[in-house]
């Protein structure tokens, strides 16, 4: 079964940093585009930041020039830079992709997966 599991998630000073990552394990067979979005208290989700396939990126306005996504595709794994952070990114942070998963008697399903989440605070 496809998991996603992020982690590096924390508790850091106005200014500071934190890295990001979304790892996908299971029976996968390939990944789409991967996404991070983040919910705070009180509001909807909303995307951060996505990277295609092939290394395309697109973000959140608020975030660009502080945040970077990239993706390691022989670990299956995404990650979100997260520089010059401010307290209005605190959030919980979920990972999200749409992964083909390698099904029994050689059937392919594919459908969107997301993270548990792991929380941001950046508070001083």
């Known amino acids: 079964q496809v998991q996603l599991v992020e982690s590096g998630g924390g508790l850091v000073q106005p200014g500071g940093s934190l890295r990001l990552s979304c790892a996908a394990s299971?029976?996968?067979?390939?990944?789409?585009?991967m996404g991070w979005y983040r919910q705070a208290p009180g509001k909807q989700r909303e995307l951060v930041a996505t990277i295609s396939s092939g290394g395309g990126t697109d973000y959140k306005n608020s975030v660009k020039g502080r945040f970077t996504i990239s993706r390691d595709n022989a670990k299956n794994t995404a990650y979100l830079q997260m520089n010059s952070l401010k307290p209005e990114d605190t959030a919980v942070y979920y990972c999200?992709?749409?992964?083909?998963?390698?099904?029994?008697?050689?059937?392919?399903?594919?459908?969107?997966?997301w993270g548990q989440g792991t929380q941001v605070t950046v508070s001083s």
């Open positions: 299971g029976s996968i067979v390939s990944i789409d585009a």
């Open positions: 999200t992709s749409v992964i083909q998963e390698s099904k029994p008697w050689g059937s392919i399903s594919s459908r969107p997966y």
